[in-house]
């Protein structure tokens, strides 16, 4: 297959993208196999996505890879789940220590197996000084407990309430220092946010397709940047073109 070029200005593309890789399971069930097969492939994918986001020259991809209400899912389901995250660390640490990936963790780590958070821990610290790539996995992630956590950390840390501004919460995000999702994708065509960066997302652009997440190749994910070249992010405001024509 020819090797595909982004075919976007520089100032077009977005410095963060953020993903919902949905639709494994039912991935796995059209072609008769159980669900965490569905989640293999998906891992499988994830790791050309990852290759593809530096090839693109993106700074900052985030995965949802497990929400705070995914405890719910059939115990072997949550087990699969979970040992992916420690199968991943170990297969693919030191590849993506050497491409100068800083693995970031973002979610609730307390509900883990210890022996889990101290290998999700030691991934971040071996690669907290990479630039190429920063890439957040959300793991036990909801975006209505980060918003919780950070109102507790910011009462505890007895700020006084006028000094509560939208950069202040920010700062007391999972997500501190991390700019906002420029671009959300969400595969498997739902139509809802899941309580993923719910705060951050207030003016992202969604790139939504039907595609299953294992299904997700580097073509469709150019198409999805592509996409996003052509919007008119305004912000609630104007558009500039609009503004200056009125103001002419
Ligand atoms: C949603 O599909 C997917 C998940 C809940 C898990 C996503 C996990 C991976 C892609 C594996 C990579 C994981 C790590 C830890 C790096 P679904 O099961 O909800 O699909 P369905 O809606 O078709 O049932």
């Known amino acids: 297959m020819p090797e595909m070029s982004l075919n976007i200005p520089a100032d077009k593309l977005p410095q963060h993208v953020a993903i919902i890789m949905d639709g494994n399971g039912r991935w796995a069930l059209s072609r008769g196999l159980p669900r965490l097969a569905g989640h293999k492939a998906g891992t499988e994918n994830l790791r050309r996505v990852i290759r593809a986001t530096v090839e ?4 900052y991809l985030t995965i949802y890879a497990f929400s705070t209400e995914n405890w719910g899912r059939p115990p072997e389901e949550v087990k699969g789940l979970m040992y992916i995250l420690e199968d991943v660390i170990d297969r693919e640490l030191a590849e993506l220590h050497q491409e100068g990936v800083q693995l970031r963790h973002i979610g609730r780590l307390e509900r883990l197996a ?4 101290e290998k999700v821990l030691d991934a971040v610290e071996l690669t907290k000084d990479n630039d190429r790539l920063i890439l957040n996995v959300a793991f036990n992630y909801g975006g209505r407990a980060e918003i919780v956590d950070a109102i507790q950390n910011i009462m505890k840390d007895g700020i006084a309430p006028g000094d509560v501004t939208d950069a202040l ?3 007391y995000l999972y997500t501190a220092g991390v700019p906002d999702p420029d671009l959300i994708i969400r595969t498997s ?3 809802r946010v899941s309580n993923f960066l719910i705060w951050q997302a207030a003016y992202s652009e969604w790139y939504v397709t039907p595609t299953y997440w294992p299904d997700f190749d580097k073509e469709e994910y150019r198409r999805a940047l592509e996409t996003f070249a052509q919007r008119d992010r305004r912000y609630g405001k104007v558009s500039s073109n609009e503004y200056e024509a009125s103001n002419a």
């Open 169 to 171: 919460v920010s700062r």
């Open 189 to 191: 065509g739902e139509l």
């Open 114 to 117: 210890p022996a889990l958070q």
């Open 56 to 59: 693109f020259g993106v700074k």
